[in-house]
């Protein structure tokens, strides 16, 4: 069974930046998908970032392009959201993901609503304006 373990969450001013780590066990972590997504309260879940973890291949939502980077240390089992320039709109609980669907939900959110079973237990981001 797939074990995630977010960290890095936290509280900045509009414009700084967070990096957030998901640590994983349990599975084949580099020949898998791996990524994040976040859900705001009163708001629906979005698909924020996923990446192929042979490949590298990442996918972003619009939402976040050119302001967050998602990587992977295949060694460590270990994926990253580097979140730069962020907005008080990016203020969410982002919960980190084992699952290739996760590529389908960011590039069409209207077509699949996944329950995400392999998820973590989220981490917080809160961004002041």
């Known amino acids: 069974q797939v074990q995630l373990s977010e960290s890095g969450g936290g509280s900045v001013q509009a414009g700084g930046s967070l990096r957030l780590s998901c640590a994983a066990s349990?599975?084949?972590?580099?020949?898998?998908?791996m990524g994040w997504f976040r859900q705001a309260p009163g708001k629906e879940r979005e698909g924020v970032a996923s990446i192929y973890t042979h490949s590298g291949t990442a996918y972003y939502a619009e939402s976040v392009q050119d302001r967050f980077t998602i990587s992977r240390d295949n060694a460590k089992k270990t994926v990253y959201l580097q979140m730069n320039s962020l907005k008080p709109e990016d203020t969410a609980m982002y919960y980190c993901v084992a699952d290739c669907l996760l590529v389908t939900f960011i590039q069409a959110p209207d077509r699949i609503k996944p329950d995400f079973d392999n998820r973590g237990q989220g981490t917080q981001v809160t961004v002041l304006s």
């Open positions: 349990g599975h084949t972590f580099d020949h898998s998908c």
